[in-house]
C-alpha cells in the first residue's frame, strides 16, 4: 500500500551501479531493478520526474505542516463565530510548532508533525538524487546497446527543433536519429528491450559484472530481478508463515528479511548466520520503528487522510468496491513475472470478480435498516434546510451541524447500496473460467457452488477496500510489537529453514527460489508424443504417468509427492509458459531454430525445450483455430513475425492481409515444428501473448474441472453451476 512504510529506509543510498575500482557492475539485483525502472517511465526523463514527483508530494505536506503548526492562529480558529471569522486573519507570523492548543501536548505532537514529514521530504530527495545519477548511468548503457532512447530531456528536444527548424516536430522516431537495426524504447516491449540489453552486454567492453557467470540472458535478468520477489512468491505459495507473527508483517519487511540473508555474492548463508542476521534486522527495525513511534504514526495517518480524502468526498461508494487482498497478490503472481504484467492480470480479474459478486451478492435485513435510517436522516435534514437555510450551516446536533450530519449518511449509505433485481438463477461457471483464466488460480471451493465460491472469494482474496486499508494501516502501525513477538515464537526459524530448503545456485545471480530456476528442472520425461490437432493430446508435464517423478524433479530437488508438490509444479508450469510468451528469443532459443536446426544444450536443459516445443504446437493450433474461425473478420491484421527474431524498427509494423492470406500461411507452417507462428488478429502485445501462452498450459486442468457439471446426473446437469448448493 502507498503509506506501508518502506523496509528500505534502513538501506545506505547507492549512486552509482559499479565497483569504485573496475568499473564493473556490483549488484545484478540494484542492476535489472533500474533497467527495469528505466524502460517502464520511457527513459531517463520519464524515471526522475516520477521520482521528482515522489519528493514534491512529500513536499507538499510538509508546507501544510509548517503552516497549520508555525503559522496558523488555532486559538482564533477553534473560538470565532461566523462573522468573526471572516473579519480576523488565520495565517500570519512563525511562532513555535504547536496543534490545536499552546501546551504541552500540544507543541509535542506540532513537533512531531513537522519532523516527520521533514524527515519524509528529506528521504525522497536523497532517493530522488540516487534515481537521477542510477538513471543516467542507464542512459549511457541503453545507448550503447544501440537503443534509440530519444531526446534526453524536453530541453534537448527543444534544442534539436531549433537548429533543425519545425521539420522535426513529428517526433525522433521519425527523422532518423539512429537509423539501422535499432529499437525504439518509447514502442518497444519489456521482453524486446530487455533482450537487446542482454546481447548488448555479451559484446560490450564496459559493461561487465563483478560476479562471474554465463553471457547474460532474459531468464537470468529477471531472476535478479525478482530475486527476493521469487521467494515471497515461494513463501504465499507454500503458506510457510501461516501460525506465525510474519504473517501479519507487510511484504516490504519481509522482502529487508529475506536480502538480511545474502552476502556479498547474493547468497544465502549458512543457517546459523541467517538466523543471527535475520534476528539483528528485526531488532534494529523493532528498535528504530519503536524510537520513532509517534513520527511514524502521525505521518502514516496523515498521508492515508491526504491520499483518500477527496475521494471519499466525491466518491462515497469508493471505499465500499471489493479490491485484492496482498496475500491474494502474492498467491496469484507466477514466478518471474514482472511487476505491470502481473497488474494488468489482476486488474482484469478484479473486474471479473466484482461482476461475479456483485451478482451473488444478496441484500439482507442489516442493509435496508441502514439505508432506511439513512434516508430518514437526509429527509429531516433536507426539511429543516428548506425551513431556514442557515440551519444547515449553523444548527448543531450532538456538537456536528447538520451539513455533517448529511455528508455521514449519504456517506453511510454509499457503503449499503441497494441492489438492483437480479436474475436469481445465474450460471457462473463461464464467468469462472474467465477469472481463472486472468488471476491463474482456482480453488476447490470455487467449483462447487457458486454460493461456495462468493463465501471463500470473499473471505480470504478478495475483500471490501476500507477493511484492506484498515488491516493493512493496523499492521504498519503495530510493526515493532509483531517484530518483537515473532524473535520469541519460532518464525525466525521457520522462515530461514524455508529459505535454505527453496534455494538454489545460478551463476551470476547467486541463490534463487527453486520455483524460478527453469535451466535445471525436468518438465518432462516422457517420450514425445504424437501431434494430433483434431484432440486434445499434448498435456503439461504433471498430466502424464510420471507426474510424480516430474512434480518433484521441477522444484529443483527430490521432494516427496504430495498434494502441494503437484500444485506448485502446475504453477512452475504456469510461469514458464508466461515467460516464453514475454521473452520470444528466449524461447526460440530453446526449441527448433527457424533453420530447422535445434540448438545445442545439456542433458538437464533437455525437458524445458521439449517442454516449450510442445507448448509452441499448441500455441500454433490455437493460432490456427483462431485464424479460420468463422467469427473472425474478412481482413485480418496480424503482427509480422511477432516472434521471430527482430530486425528492424521496421520489423513491428503491423500489416493488412486478407483471410485467405493468413490460411495459406498457416497451412505452410503446419508441418513445421520450428519457431512459433505468427499470433492472429489482435494478439500483439506481451499481455495478450501471455493469455494465450498460459491458457494452452492450463486447458487440459480447467477442462477436466468444468466438466465436472456435465457429468452429473441428469437431474443436475439442467441446474448445474446455478447459485444454490447441489
Known amino acids: 500500500m502507498a503509506w506501508q512504510l518502506r523496509a528500505s529506509v534502513v538501506r545506505v543510498p547507492r549512486f552509482t551501479l559499479r565497483f569504485a575500482g573496475s568499473g564493473r557492475i556490483e549488484d545484478m539485483r540494484l542492476f535489472t531493478q533500474t533497467l527495469?525502472?528505466?524502460?517502464?517511465?520511457?527513459?531517463?526523463?520519464?524515471?526522475?520526474?516520477?521520482?521528482?514527483?515522489?519528493?514534491?508530494?512529500?513536499?507538499?505536506?510538509?508546507?501544510?505542516?509548517?503552516?497549520?503548526?508555525?503559522?496558523?492562529?488555532?486559538?482564533?480558529?477553534?473560538?470565532?463565530?461566523?462573522?468573526?471569522?471572516?473579519?480576523?486573519?488565520?495565517?500570519?507570523?512563525?511562532?513555535?510548532?504547536?496543534?490545536?492548543?499552546?501546551?504541552?501536548?500540544?507543541?509535542?505532537?506540532?513537533?512531531?508533525?513537522?519532523?516527520?514529514?521533514?524527515?519524509s521530504c528529506m528521504y525522497e530527495l536523497m532517493r530522488f538524487v540516487e534515481?537521477?545519477?542510477?538513471?543516467?548511468?542507464?542512459?549511457?548503457?541503453?545507448?550503447?546497446?544501440?537503443?534509440?532512447?530519444?531526446?534526453?530531456?524536453?530541453?534537448?528536444?527543444?534544442?534539436?527543433?531549433?537548429?533543425?527548424?519545425?521539420?522535426?516536430?513529428?517526433?525522433?522516431?521519425?527523422?532518423?536519429?539512429?537509423?539501422?537495426?535499432?529499437?525504439?524504447?518509447?514502442?518497444?516491449?519489456?521482453?524486446?528491450?530487455?533482450?537487446?540489453?542482454?546481447?548488448?552486454?555479451?559484446?560490450?567492453?564496459?559493461?561487465?559484472?563483478?560476479?562471474?557467470?554465463?553471457?547474460?540472458?532474459?531468464?537470468?535478468?529477471?531472476?535478479?530481478?525478482?530475486?527476493?520477489?521469487?521467494?515471497?512468491?515461494?513463501?504465499?505459495?507454500?503458506?510457510?508463515?501461516?501460525?506465525?507473527?510474519?504473517?501479519?508483517?507487510?511484504?516490504?519487511?519481509?522482502?529487508?528479511?529475506?536480502?538480511?540473508?545474502f552476502d556479498a555474492f547474493r547468497t544465502v548463508e549458512s543457517r546459523h548466520k541467517c538466523i543471527w542476521a535475520v534476528r539483528t534486522t528485526m531488532v534494529a527495525h523493532a528498535v528504530f520503528y519503536g524510537a520513532g513511534f509517534l513520527f511514524f504514526f502521525v505521518y502514516v495517518i496523515l498521508k492515508v487522510l491526504v491520499k483518500h480524502a477527496a475521494q471519499v468526498k466525491v466518491n462515497y461508494l469508493a471505499l465500499s468496491q471489493r479490491m485484492w487482498t496482498t496475500d491474494a497478490q502474492w498467491r496469484f503472481r507466477l514466478y518471474n513475472e514482472v511487476e505491470?504484467?502481473?497488474?494488468?492480470?489482476?486488474?482484469?480479474?478484479?473486474?471479473?470478480?466484482?461482476?461475479?459478486?456483485?451478482?451473488?451478492?444478496?441484500?439482507?435485513?442489516?442493509?435496508r435498516f441502514v439505508r432506511r435510517v439513512c434516508n430518514t436522516c437526509v429527509l429531516v435534514t433536507a426539511v429543516l434546510s428548506f425551513l431556514?437555510?442557515?440551519?444547515?450551516?449553523?444548527?448543531?446536533?450532538?456538537?456536528?451541524?447538520?451539513?455533517?450530519?448529511?455528508?455521514?449518511?449519504?456517506?453511510?449509505?454509499?457503503c449499503v447500496p441497494e441492489l438492483d433485481p437480479r436474475e436469481r438463477e445465474y450460471a457462473y461457471m463461464t464467468d469462472l473460467e474467465r477469472l481463472v483464466d486472468c488471476i491463474h488460480y482456482d480453488a476447490p471451493q470455487w467449483f462447487h457452488s457458486a454460493d461456495a465460491f462468493y463465501e471463500h472469494i470473499t473471505e480470504t482474496f478478495f475483500k471490501n477496500r476500507l477493511r484492506v486499508l484498515i488491516a493493512d494501516l493496523l499492521e504498519s502501525l503495530a510493526l515493532p510489537v509483531v517484530l518483537l513477538y515473532a524473535l520469541r515464537d519460532g518464525s525466525v526459524e521457520v522462515l530461514v529453514d524455508f529459505v535454505l530448503q527453496h534455494s538454489t545456485m545460478v551463476?551470476?545471480?547467486?541463490?534463487?527460489?527453486?520455483?524460478?530456476?527453469?535451466?535445471?528442472?525436468?518438465?518432462?520425461?516422457?517420450?514425445?508424443?504424437?501431434?494430433?490437432?483434431?484432440?486434445?493430446?499434448?498435456?503439461?508435464?504433471?498430466?502424464?504417468?510420471?507426474?510424480?517423478?516430474?512434480?518433484?524433479?521441477?522444484?529443483?530437488?527430490?521432494?516427496?509427492?504430495?498434494?502441494?508438490?503437484?500444485?506448485?509444479?502446475?504453477?512452475?508450469?504456469?510461469?514458464?509458459?508466461?515467460?516464453?510468451?514475454?521473452?520470444?528469443?528466449?524461447?526460440?532459443?530453446?526449441i527448433d531454430g527457424q533453420t530447422g536446426r535445434e540448438s545445442p544444450t545439456t542433458r538437464e536443459d533437455a525437458a524445458l525445450n521439449d517442454f516449450l516445443r510442445r507448448l509452441s504446437i499448441r500455441v500454433r493450433e490455437a493460432a490456427t483455430t483462431q485464424a479460420v474461425s468463422p467469427a473472425s473478420a474478412d481482413d485480418l491484421t496480424i503482427s509480422r513475425d511477432s516472434l521471430a527474431p527482430l530486425k528492424s524498427v521496421r520489423s513491428e509494423r503491423r500489416f493488412t492481409t486478407t483471410r485467405e492470406d493468413t490460411e495459406q500461411r498457416i497451412d505452410r507452417a503446419d508441418g513445421d515444428t520450428s519457431g512459433l507462428p505468427a499470433f492472429a488478429?489482435?494478439?500483439?502485445?506481451?499481455?495478450?501473448?501471455?493469455?494465450?501462452?498460459?491458457?494452452?498450459?492450463?486447458?487440459?486442468?480447467?477442462?477436466?474441472?468444468?466438466?465436472?457439471?456435465?457429468q452429473r446426473p441428469p437431474h443436475w446437469r439442467d441446474t448445474a453451476g446455478y447459485g444454490t448448493e447441489k
Open 36 to 119: 527495469y525502472t528505466y524502460w517502464y517511465n520511457k527513459g531517463f526523463w520519464g524515471a526522475t520526474i516520477s521520482s521528482a514527483v515522489d519528493f514534491l508530494n512529500t513536499f507538499v505536506l510538509f508546507i501544510v505542516a509548517v503552516i497549520f503548526t508555525m503559522q496558523f492562529d488555532w486559538g482564533i480558529a477553534l473560538s470565532c463565530a461566523e462573522p468573526e471569522c471572516a473579519v480576523h486573519p488565520l495565517v500570519k507570523g512563525l511562532h513555535a510548532p504547536y496543534i490545536f492548543r499552546s501546551t504541552f501536548w500540544g507543541h509535542l505532537w506540532g513537533f512531531i508533525l513537522v519532523s516527520s514529514t521533514l524527515g
Open 507 to 590: 551463476d551470476g545471480v547467486g541463490s534463487i527460489a527453486v520455483g524460478s530456476d527453469w535451466s535445471v528442472s525436468s518438465l518432462s520425461r516422457a517420450p514425445p508424443e504424437e501431434n494430433d490437432s483434431s484432440e486434445i493430446n499434448l498435456t503439461s508435464a504433471s498430466t502424464h504417468s510420471n507426474n510424480a517423478e516430474v512434480s518433484a524433479t521441477l522444484l529443483g530437488r527430490a521432494a516427496a509427492v504430495t498434494g502441494s508438490t503437484h500444485k506448485r509444479a502446475e504453477k512452475v508450469e504456469l510461469s514458464v509458459a508466461s515467460f516464453a510468451a514475454v521473452y520470444s528469443q528466449w524461447t526460440l532459443r530453446h
Open 340 to 367: 505491470h504484467l502481473h497488474a494488468c492480470r489482476l486488474y482484469a480479474g478484479a473486474e471479473v470478480a466484482e461482476r461475479m459478486v456483485d451478482r451473488l451478492r444478496v441484500s439482507n435485513s442489516a442493509s
Open 131 to 261: 534515481t537521477y545519477y542510477l538513471q543516467y548511468e542507464m542512459e549511457e548503457v541503453a545507448r550503447e546497446a544501440a537503443v534509440d532512447t530519444g531526446f534526453l530531456t524536453p530541453l534537448h528536444r527543444w534544442s534539436y527543433h531549433l537548429r533543425r527548424g519545425l521539420d522535426g516536430r513529428s517526433g525522433h522516431e521519425f527523422i532518423g536519429l539512429c537509423g539501422g537495426n535499432t529499437i525504439a524504447l518509447s514502442t518497444a516491449g519489456w521482453g524486446e528491450f530487455l533482450e537487446t540489453i542482454c546481447a548488448a552486454v555479451g559484446r560490450s567492453g564496459s559493461v561487465k559484472f563483478g560476479a562471474p557467470g554465463e553471457p547474460l540472458d532474459p531468464l537470468r535478468a529477471v531472476q535478479g530481478l525478482m530475486q527476493l520477489e521469487n521467494y515471497l512468491i515461494a513463501i504465499h505459495e507454500a503458506g510457510a508463515l501461516q501460525d506465525t507473527a510474519l504473517q501479519y508483517v507487510s511484504p516490504s519487511v519481509i522482502t529487508a528479511l529475506l536480502d538480511s540473508m
Open 681 to 710: 488478429a489482435g494478439c500483439t502485445t506481451a499481455h495478450e501473448r501471455e493469455q494465450l501462452f498460459v491458457s494452452q498450459v492450463s486447458l487440459l486442468r480447467h477442462a477436466l474441472r468444468f466438466s465436472r457439471a456435465a
Open 388 to 414: 431556514n437555510p442557515a440551519l444547515l450551516i449553523s444548527a448543531s446536533i450532538g456538537g456536528l451541524t447538520l451539513f455533517w450530519w448529511l455528508t455521514l449518511a449519504l456517506m453511510l449509505y454509499a
